[in-house]
């Protein structure tokens, strides 16, 4: 009978709109949850076989919910240096646990803040990871998620960090008098003095500072010689060559007729200079910076006294974290209390081919299924990934106005369907009294 139809197509609307109404729920509940995504009901009907020119049976209808992972929220600017948001598609990558056994989720909602343990967590406990980065600033992307580290920049409290780079800028006397006979490490063995010298501290891998000298005596016009040089008693080698005299690069520095470096074909003075320590500390080239190609940017030859512009020697002993700072680029800076920073990871972002079929977890955060496919991880801005913006949250992707106005309707359509299950009794009852 037909009846029996209608009835159970009234106890599927029932459960179809109450499952519609509970996506409402949490959508409504969850307007301010940093990062949500909503989930819309969609409903389809549900048709039993059968003939329509005879009785008609029916089938009822019944409702799906469908995730708005892919529909971005409004992002808004937040207080917190370290809080972060993607503008566009991605997700960080986040652990749940700091250890290797912590099982990898995906995340829109970026309130991370610092730990008691130094770690970078957002609010529902889930650690971000990033991509380690050595002292040049680089990285290793092997598309692996094995590669990425827990962020945690308070580890570098009181490590210490090697000089790789050294730039001078100084200025040589033009009107100084060319000695009259030099020889490659004169300067160095005292028997001709430097007409211009100057000492910088450097730092090898193990925080211990050591000194080396530049030193430059003019030869002809517009033509100078330079030596570089430290103590013996801390060097044992440079660049593979044993070292006695503390001598550890000789080179010619020549001018323009305007003062300007001349390099000629050469793209620097000096080679880099990899130093073996005699205290065993790890060797790390240092890249040595005096200027460029017919510039004024580093060595110059005016008519004025020889003096050192400015310097600037990277490395030391690391102080205290003092805060965290997050770029635009997703580069993760550590900066301490005497006001200098160092980048120390670089924040990845992850993309799937079909985000919507991600599989939700507890905390706003999501597991690949079989419906999302596989992972891809790339720097921001690559391959179809979103960009960072710091100091930025992703509010709520729910429309409150919306949401209102869908628990009217479903809450209309309930009724309706309880009403067609007591009609439905009604002539059943009928049906049975027919029997009097």
């Not at 300067?187 to 000298?213: C, I, K, W």
Request: without cysteine; glycine residues 12%; charged residues 10%.
């Amino acid at each position: 009978m037909s009846l029996y139809s209608a009835l159970y197509a009234g106890v599927s609307g029932l459960s179809a709109q109450s499952s519609a109404m509970a996506t409402v729920a949490d959508n409504i509940t969850n307007v301010n949850t940093v990062g949500y995504k909503g989930t819309s009901a969609q409903f389809e009907s549900l048709v039993n076989g059968g003939s329509l020119t005879s009785s008609y049976s029916a089938g009822g209808v019944a409702a799906t919910p469908k995730a708005l992972i892919s529909k971005q929220g409004l992002l808004q600017a937040s207080s917190s240096l370290t809080d972060i948001g993607i503008d566009g598609a991605g997700f960080f990558v986040v652990r749940t646990s700091a250890d290797a056994d912590g099982a990898t989720a995906y995340t829109r909602a970026g309130s991370f803040t610092t730990d008691s343990s130094g770690y970078l967590r957002n609010t529902s406990g889930y650690y971000l990871m990033g991509w380690p980065l050595d002292a040049n600033g680089t990285y290793v992307n092997n598309g692996s998620e094995a590669s990425l580290q827990p962020i945690r920049p308070n580890a570098l409290t009181g490590a210490a960090t090697p000089t790789t780079a050294i730039q001078l800028r100084a200025n040589l006397d033009s009107t100084a008098d060319p000695v009259a006979s030099y020889t490659a490490g004169d300067m160095t063995a005292g028997t001709v003095t430097p007409q211009f010298s100057r000492s910088v501290e450097v730092y090898d891998a193990q925080g211990t500072s050591h000194t080396l000298n530049f030193s430059f005596v003019k030869t002809a016009a517009n033509t100078w010689q330079a030596e570089i040089s430290g103590d013996p008693a801390d060097i044992t080698s440079v660049g593979g060559q044993a070292v006695t005299s503390g001598l550890l690069a000789t080179g010619t520095v020549s001018f323009n007729a305007d003062g300007s470096l001349n390099l000629g074909t050469a793209q620097s003075l000096f080679s880099d200079l990899d130093i073996a320590w005699s205290n065993g500390a790890a060797s790390t080239p240092i890249s040595l910076d005096l200027g460029a190609n017919a510039g004024l940017d580093g060595l110059t030859q005016f008519g004025s006294t020889s003096a050192l512009l400015s310097s600037t020697v990277d490395g030391g002993m690391l102080g205290t974290v003092a805060s965290v700072k997050i770029s635009d680029t997703g580069v993760v800076s550590a900066v301490f209390d005497d006001g200098t920073s160092r980048a120390i990871y670089q924040l990845p972002i992850a993309t799937f081919q079909n985000p919507d079929g991600l599989t939700r977890i507890s905390g706003n955060a999501y597991l690949v299924s079989q419906d999302s496919g596989n992972v891809a991880i790339n720097e921001p801005g690559l391959v179809g990934g979103g960009t960072i913006s710091a100091g930025m949250l992703e509010a709520s992707n729910v429309d409150l106005a919306a949401e209102f106005s869908n628990m009217i309707l479903f809450q209309r359509a309930y009724s309706a369907s309880s009403k067609i299950i007591t009609t439905v009794d009604d002539m059943l009852q009928e049906v049975s009294n027919l029997k009097r």
